[in-house]
């Protein structure tokens, strides 16, 4: 979509910090994190958010979380622990309509972290 800063990000016309690209998805540095790790992981294709995932994007999905759970690791969070969250809609905070999951790490989280 055109208007949308992580189609922009996604197809390289929007800089970001690059920590994992293949074909589908992307993970980069969150611009104002709020842990010592903390990426955005997106699908490429743009789905504004988790209300649009359909059994289409079941293998995509699975793809991502996997990329997730790599990434934990390779970045020493997947032993001391980590929280992946995907905001939705008004209520759940979503200001980014392009679907994406936060995983956040590197220090203990409280409930208002993420
Ligand atoms: P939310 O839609 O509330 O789940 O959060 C969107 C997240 O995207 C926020 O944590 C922002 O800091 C982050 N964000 C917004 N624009 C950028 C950008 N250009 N590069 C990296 N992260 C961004
Ligand atoms: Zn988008």
């Not at 540095?29 to 842990?35: F, G, N, T, V, W």
């Amino acid at each position: 979509m055109s208007d949308c800063i992580f189609c922009k990000i996604a197809l390289h016309e929007v800089p970001s910090e690059i920590f994992f690209e293949d074909d589908e998805i992307l993970a980069f540095k969150d611009i104002q994190p709020l842990a010592p790790v903390h990426l955005i992981v997106i699908p490429k294709i743009h789905l504004q958010s988790l209300n649009d995932v359909t059994l289409e994007h079941e293998r995509l999905m699975g793809h991502l979380f996997g990329v997730i759970r790599r990434l934990a690791k390779e970045l020493g969070v997947a032993e001391t622990g980590y929280r992946v969250v995907t905001n939705t809609g008004t209520d759940g905070g979503q200001v980014v309509g392009h679907l994406h999951v936060h995983l956040l790490g590197g220090q203990a989280l409280n409930a208002t972290i993420g």
